[in-house]
């Protein structure tokens, strides 16, 4: 599948101006209010919760290619769109799900009826093994375990589990049966630990595939946050570069300074780096590549040293003002770190990537 | 599997010499030109056959000795080769530089006279841009060329001159008008060095090699139709060539030779525990280089595409910049993981590879120096790109 470079302009164009009008970035302190329900029906009408998945199976077929777009709009303004969850959610549905559940849950995925959260990260650095576990039963599983820092959880219908039976497992699970912590973030986002105790599934729960279904949805979620974080620091980039175009002292504009500008340029340079990497590993999950973790990892790593950065920058270049919290740039810095340690930092991402190369 | 791509794998598997796999000595890189040379005839036997494929330049027409490609099969081109670990066929300023602006800006009978031997690698081309007083601040350069009606009279200096001294001809930027405002009065010349009055000193470079060159021309005679472009007129081209040599500076002639992996370096360096490397600081470091370079190789890529289809765009400072600073960060790493071994000059008590590592760190050096500075780079972005203010 292949979508052209002028369909993907219009679909990143049409989102631009949806989150900029609908959930711009803002400044201060606390949490920004949740996206109505209806506010994300509007988006999932939009075609936007089924980018990824195919035409033939009620999606848009733009690809995540194209969803990767649309997350990266997303992530200009910082806003807690559940897109990246339900997105992923409906095309590994479609993909790897029971008949029940492709009948079931995917069509409300893809209308907006229903949201998804990926409850698959466990612990400060998602490293080692699944604590959670599947034990067989008659007819099904019992899943029991905690899953950290699951954004929009609370909104959630549907949550996508990932759990350790005889191999790592991929569940589908009501929201209803699972317990919340919600975590007050230092970036206002909505996260919660959840917490599955006893919780019985069906076999048509569970996704085809085996591990590799696991694998493979924290390969997307961690290139669906990485571009979110390109489009963040291409964000924070652009309100940083505004500043030193009017701010003005010792009569001049700081802009004007070099060393200034060869510190914006950097930031520009591994910007370019993080956006081909994302690129790349949206490309290989679209042509389904076997060196598609790999990709993941670079883009997530990428994307992390980027935004990193871009937003430490950001701070610092706008003087005292940035450090207010009349100013967008702590929450840009606030939502960068939290983004950068999901799903892995950039020390495990290192390690895992030397362990995968055979050194 | 795309046709053209078995077509390629079943070519390359057919013709590639054993010996032409990666790793290559600075004693045969193949430059081609009036008087070359190949220490392993199996250099020579590759590049005729290439040559014989059009694929030395595989996406300049036909009529020209290339072999017309379109942008997406020579990237399955690329990626064939590379996979088979091929060599390079041809090194040449020519491929690189010289021949896309004279695809674009040459006329008919320059293009059908200068583009069909930088194929086939008959001639050899330097890149006579520098000077004394004129090398970040290019457009101040001060050799003339004066219109004595049937040629141009060429009297000046040229400094850092790449390989004059085995080149067969100089493109050079030379001034045509002493009064216009500096970047007016600059024209693109193409001079054979065996004109009379043309003289080349050799300078050696901090790795030992003398690829530089000072370059006299002392009342040298040149056709008038040797002027590409219009009079006054060759700044514009000046740029765009700068554009295709920044992008080039990430190929293996750049110092980017990475046929020795810094893993394996490393293992040997402090050992292997469960075949890893014994030192899990070291490895951190290892595969954060790595992942660095592996995202500088998906940037030339974008680059590559994007110029493919006519955008020469500003990325290719953004890949100039950081492709020098990983090539750097390599040669460091690979000095400090080598120790006393990676130290060494010459002679016996050295390995070959190891003495190939260190001049490999002494030439990155450069990286951030020729075809603009890492500083001119970051201006280039920071002004045109980001829009900041003078
Ligand atoms: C390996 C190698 C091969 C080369 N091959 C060729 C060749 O084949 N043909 C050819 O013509 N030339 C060649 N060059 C020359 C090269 O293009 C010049 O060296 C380069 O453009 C820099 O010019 P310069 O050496 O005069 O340094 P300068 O321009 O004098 O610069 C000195 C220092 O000042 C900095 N600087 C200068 N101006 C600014 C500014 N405005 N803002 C910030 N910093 C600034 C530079 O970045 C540098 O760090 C080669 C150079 C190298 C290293």
């Known amino acids: 599948m292949t979508v052209s470079a002028e369909d993907l302009q ?30 994300w029906r509007g988006v999932a009408e939009m075609g936007w919760a089924g980018a990824a998945v195919p035409e033939e199976t009620g999606g848009a077929g733009f690809g995540f290619v194209g969803l990767g777009a649309l997350l990266g709009e997303i992530g200009r303004e910082i806003a807690d769109i559940p897109l990246l969850a339900s997105g992923i959610a409906a095309s590994l549905v479609a993909r790897f799900g029971s008949d029940v559940a492709r009948y079931e849950t995917l069509p409300g995925l893809l209308s907006g009826e229903t949201q998804a959260a990926l409850a698959i990260g466990e612990g400060a650095h998602h490293g080692g093994a699944l604590s959670t576990t599947a034990t067989r039963t008659t007819g099904g599983w019992v899943l029991n375990g905690r899953k950290s820092w699951v954004q929009g959880a609370a909104s959630a219908a549907v ?18 049966a699972v317990r919340h912590e919600a975590i007050d973030s230092v970036d206002g986002r909505a996260f919660a630990h959840v917490i599955l105790d006893n919780v019985a599934v069906t076999d048509d729960a569970l996704l085809a595939g085996g591990g590799d279904t696991v694998a493979r949805a924290v390969d997307l979620a961690r290139i669906g946050l990485a571009a979110e974080m390109v489009g963040a620091c291409e964000r924070a980039i652009e309100i940083t570069v505004d500043y030193l175009k009017t701010r003005e002292q010792f009569g001049r504009k700081i802009g004007s300074f070099q060393a200034l500008q060869h510190r914006a340029a950097q930031m520009l340079v591994d910007l370019e780096l993080a956006r081909s990497s994302v690129q790349a590993a949206l490309a290989a999950a679209d042509e389904d590549r076997p060196d598609l973790e790999e990709l993941a990892i670079l883009a997530k790593y990428m994307a992390g040293e980027a935004i990193h950065l871009a937003s430490s920058e950001m701070v610092q270049l706008h003087g005292g003002i940035g450090m207010t919290s009349e100013h967008v740039a702590g929450n840009y810095i606030k939502w960068a770190r939290v983004s950068e340690a999901l799903l892995g930092g950039n020390a495990f991402l290192g390690e895992r990537y030397a362990t995968i190369k055979g050194y | 599997m795309s046709d053209f791509r078995q077509l ?31 220490p392993n005839p199996d250099t020579k036997a590759w590049l005729d056959a290439m040559i014989a494929q059009g694929w030395t330049a595989p996406t300049w027409p036909s009529a020209y000795g290339g072999a017309g490609l379109d942008a997406a099969q020579a990237m399955i081109l690329q990626e064939e080769l590379q996979r088979a670990g091929a060599r390079p066929a041809l090194f040449s300023f020519g491929l690189w530089m010289l021949g896309p602006v004279l695809l674009e800006y040459g006329t008919d009978e320059q293009k059908a006279r200068f583009l069909p031997s930088i194929v086939r690698a008959e001639t ?126 990430s190929a293996v002639g750049f110092g980017g030779d990475r046929s020795v992996r810094i893993e394996d370096l490393a293992k040997r360096a402090v050992g292997e525990v469960d075949g890893r490397i014994a030192d899990g600081a070291l490895r951190a470091r290892i595969a954060r280089h790595n992942l660095y370079e592996r995202a500088v190789d998906v940037t030339t890529r974008r680059t590559q595409i994007a110029a493919d289809s006519g955008d020469v ?35 016996d008590n050295f390995d070959a590879g190891d003495l190939n590592e260190t001049r490999k760190w002494l030439r990155s050096k450069g990286n951030s120096i020729e075809g603009g500075t890492s500083e001119i780079n970051l201006n280039v972005i920071s002004k045109r790109v980001l829009g900041l203010p003078d």
């Open chain 2, 8 to 38: 390629a794998r079943d070519w390359i598997a057919a013709n590639l010499p054993a010996s032409i796999r990666i790793a290559m000595p600075e004693e045969e890189i193949p430059w081609g030109g009036r008087k070359p040379t190949y």
């Open chain 1, 10 to 39: 219009m679909l990143a164009d049409t989102a631009r101006e949806w989150v900029s009008d609908n959930a711009p970035a803002r400044a201060g302190l606390g949490r920004d209010p949740a996206l109505g329900a209806s506010q």
């Open chain 2, 313 to 347: 765009g500003v990325l290719t400072s953004v890949v100039k910049y950081a492709s020098a600073k990983a090539h750097q960060a390599r040669g460091e790493l690979a000095v400090e993981l080598l120790g006393l071994d990676g130290l060494g000059w010459s002679g």
């Open chain 2, 124 to 249: 050899r081309w330097c890149q006579g841009y520098s000077e004394p007083g004129a090398g970040s601040d290019l457009a101040s350069l001060r050799t003339r060329a004066e219109d004595k009606g049937d040629h141009w009279l060429v009297n000046g200096q040229k400094i850092w001159t790449s390989y004059a001294d085995k080149a067969d001809w100089i493109f050079a930027l030379v001034r045509t008008d002493m009064d216009a405002p500096k970047h007016l009065g600059i024209s693109f010349l193409l001079i054979d060095l065996q004109t009379p009055g043309v003289s080349v000193r050799p300078i050696e470079l901090i790795s030992g090699s003398s690829p530089f060159c000072e370059t006299f021309f002392d009342d040298v005679k040149v056709p008038k139709e040797n002027m590409v472009g219009p009079l006054n007129g060759g700044w514009t081209i000046a740029k765009k060539l700068l554009q295709y040599e920044r992008q080039n500076v």
């Open chain 1, 159 to 176: 949550l996508l589990v990932a759990a350790q039976g005889d191999t790592p497992m991929l569940f589908l699970v009501d929201a209803q």
